[in-house]
């Protein structure tokens, strides 16, 4: 008996039909794995602008502590003003009573008399003798007082710039890495001055 061969025959569509199939699902799977790779997602990293805390502070002192984060600094830069503000306001009061006071004595009018109102004892400007010298004092309180009218004035301003400064140089360091990786060790080192041994301390920084 001789076996007979089947031979399996395919058609022409049949084959144009598994060509097509494995075409697409070869591309398929290759822009699939190569599609994370085109997409390139980037993360936008927010800027802390130094500029922006400088014009802050400028417009409204404290402001641009609240920018950096630093709202510990607010109190402190207020309750500073208000002091400022306190002793500006007490020493003009002073000038303008020892100024009326010195106007008052000067100008020979028994009718204007306000350097009564002062507390001192009458003698110093009843007396012909001593008037002199206590309208010299007068004097000396006027200008006293403006001198530190005027100096806490000058205080304020350069407090008022500090604030802008202090803003100013906190948004700079805002990203700065201060992470544990950034480290100062001091440790006891060998040294070696005049052919002797001798202790020192090494500092030695980690980054």
């Not at 020892?98 to 008052?104: E, G, L, N, P």
């Not at 530190?148 to 948004?171: E, G, K, P, Q």
Request: charged share 20%.
């Amino acid at each position: 008996m001789h076996k007979t061969k089947k031979s399996i025959v395919f058609h022409r569509p049949f084959i144009w039909l598994i060509t097509i199939l494995f075409l697409t699902t070869g591309f398929s799977a290759y822009s699939q794995n190569n599609a994370p790779d085109s997409i390139k997602t980037r993360k936008t990293e927010v800027k802390h602008s130094p500029r922006k805390a400088t014009i802050y502070s400028a417009i409204l002192p404290g402001l641009g502590q609240i920018y950096n984060r630093k709202y510990w600094k607010v109190p402190l830069i207020y309750g500073g003003f208000v002091t400022f503000g306190y002793f500006i306001n007490f020493n003009n009061d002073q000038y303008i009573k020892f100024k009326r006071a010195y106007s008052d004595i000067i100008d020979g009018d028994p009718g204007t008399n306000s350097f009564k109102d002062l507390g001192v004892n009458p003698i110093y400007y009843e007396d012909s003798n001593r008037i002199s010298q206590f309208t010299e004092r007068l004097k000396g309180a006027k200008d006293g007082a403006r001198r530190n009218r005027d100096l806490v004035i000058i205080s304020t301003a350069a407090f008022y710039a500090a604030n802008i400064i202090d803003a100013s140089v906190d948004a700079h360091f805002f990203n700065f890495d201060i992470g544990d990786d950034l480290t100062i060790n001091w440790v006891p080192a060998p040294m070696m001055c005049a052919n002797q041994k001798l202790f020192g301390i090494q500092c030695k920084f980690t980054f």
